[in-house]
């Protein structure tokens, strides 16, 4: 990518826009539609819709949400949550998504990454890797699913550059440790998965202050720098963010 892109994120709970810390102790965000066009407009480049029970709930991802979303913008939309099969990713692409974001489905069958890859096209397909520091795998990051309640015993590195093989366009890896925390991304995570995989990364959890973001593109190496908290909550505007990274060197689109 030419450019280092900006992507709010909403994290979605019975219709609203929630945000927690590791995972847990959610708190209301707003209305998710709102949120959207307010996002656009301050000149988000992207925006992810994360339906974060469905999976854990045995679910499908709320469509007609999406779809609202959706026509709510016109910047590219990526979606995830309770995407179990191709049917599921076809009627959210469908709704108005421009990539649909798979985890836990991947990770019980990878073969769907690749026919999804087939079938939709790689640049629609992302594979969200969530990850816990351990010393229990090589990389020293252990894959988590269900939603970051179920330890896989996986390395996340070593799945990063599976799902790369399998035919997944982009990667979003998400540090459990880090998420919410706004201590900043887990940069060794992020770079390892970018530099093992060589695909394009979105930096998740942790961002607190414009400095990180640029650290997740630096030393990160990651090509969408996605925060929730500091966009939701009004600390950073995504203007003032955009301003920060340009005189800082790096390529921006204004």
Request: charge should be neutral; charged fraction near 30%; proline fraction near 3%.
């Amino acid at each position: 990518m030419d450019y280092k892109k900006i992507m709010p994120c909403l994290d979605i709970k019975d219709g609203r826009v929630v945000k927690g810390i590791h995972f847990i102790n959610l708190r209301d965000a707003g209305d998710p539609v709102e949120n959207a066009a307010l996002y656009e407009k301050e000149g988000a480049d992207e925006l992810a819709f994360l339906d974060i029970t469905a999976t854990v709930e045995g679910r499908k991802t709320t469509v007609d949400l999406v779809k609202k979303v959706a026509h709510t913008i016109s910047i590219p939309l990526t979606v995830g949550g309770g995407i179990g099969s191709l049917d599921d990713i076809e009627r959210i692409l469908f709704a108005g998504a421009s990539r649909v974001s798979i985890n836990t489905a991947a990770v019980k069958r990878p073969g769907m990454i690749g026919e999804a890859a087939k079938k939709f096209g790689s640049d629609r397909i992302v594979v969200a890797i969530d990850a816990k520091r351990t010393n229990t795998v090589p990389s020293g990051f252990e894959l988590v699913i269900d939603g970051g309640r179920t330890l896989t015993g996986k390395d996340a590195i070593k799945w990063a550059k599976d799902c790369r093989d399998l035919g997944a366009g982009m990667l979003l890896p998400t540090s459990m440790d880090t998420d919410g925390t706004k201590d900043g991304y887990d940069l060794k995570l992020t770079r390892q998965i970018a530099e093992a995989s060589n695909l394009p990364v979105i930096a998740s959890g942790g961002a607190g202050t414009m400095e990180h973001f640029y650290e997740a593109v630096t030393e990160g190496k990651a090509d969408i720098v996605l925060a929730a908290s500091v966009f939701h909550f009004r600390e950073i505007s995504i203007g003032e963010l955009k301003k920060y990274l340009k005189n800082k060197g790096i390529k921006i689109r204004e």
